[in-house]
Each structure stands twice: as C-alpha cells, then as structure tokens.
C-alpha cells in the first residue's frame, strides 16, 4: 500500500509556473506508475499525466502537452509536476496517483491511490 501527499498548489498570474510534489510513503515506490489529475468545479476529474515506474515513459493529455512536464524522482518517492505557461482553464484541484499496472493508465478507475489533492488557481 502507498500513502499520497501532493503539495506546491497555490494562486498564480495566467502565463506563470507552478511545480507540484507529490510525496509517496512505503519502500516500493519505483514499482509504481504514477499519474496526475485534475478536477475543476462541476466537472469530472480529468487525466492529465502519467510516468512509468523508471520514468522511461510519460504520456500527457492534449491540453497540457508541451506545457506540462511529469517527472520522478524514486530515490525521493516522490513525482513533480511541472506546470508552465499556466490558463486560466488549468484552474482545478489536481490529484496524485499511483497504480501497480506497467503500462500508461489515463483512466481514473486504473490507479489503486490517490493523494488529498492540492487547489491551483490561475487568474486572468
């Protein structure tokens, strides 16, 4: 079992950056793939990106693609989510996830964790 802690959510400017964290507990974090989600206010969450367990493959949804960059780091159990050249429309709580499947998941229902979430606000 894997415990999920997401931190680095705040208010920021459109075009600014954010880097989200995402702490994991347990010593068999490099033998999951992680991902990120997001829900904004009303809608379903929403994939956004994922890592495999050595970080030799990530997958990204279109609306964050060449925007957004997913990374590891295992020795630190813990998976980054770099967010630049924010919208206003990336405005949401965004969710870590874990999976104990190899392969890219990027649906809600193929991740076994999640994390408390953390709130990102974009203003215009």
């Known amino acids: 079992q894997v415990q999920l802690v997401e931190s680095g959510g705040g208010l920021v400017q459109a075009g600014g950056s954010l880097r989200l964290s995402c702490a994991a507990s347990g010593r068999t974090f490099s033998s999951y793939t992680m991902g990120w989600f997001r829900q904004a206010p009303g809608k379903e969450r929403e994939f956004v990106a994922t890592i495999g367990r050595s970080a030799g493959s990530t997958y990204y949804a279109d609306s964050v693609k060449g925007r957004f960059t997913i990374s590891r780091d295992n020795a630190k159990n813990t998976v980054y989510l770099q967010m630049n050249s924010l919208k206003p429309e990336d405005t949401a709580v965004y969710y870590c996830?874990?999976?104990?499947?190899?392969?890219?998941?990027?649906?809600?229902?193929?991740?076994?964790?999640w994390g408390q979430g953390t709130q990102v606000t974009v203003s215009s």
């Open positions: 996830a874990a999976t104990s499947r190899i392969v890219a998941v990027i649906t809600r229902t193929g991740y076994n964790y």
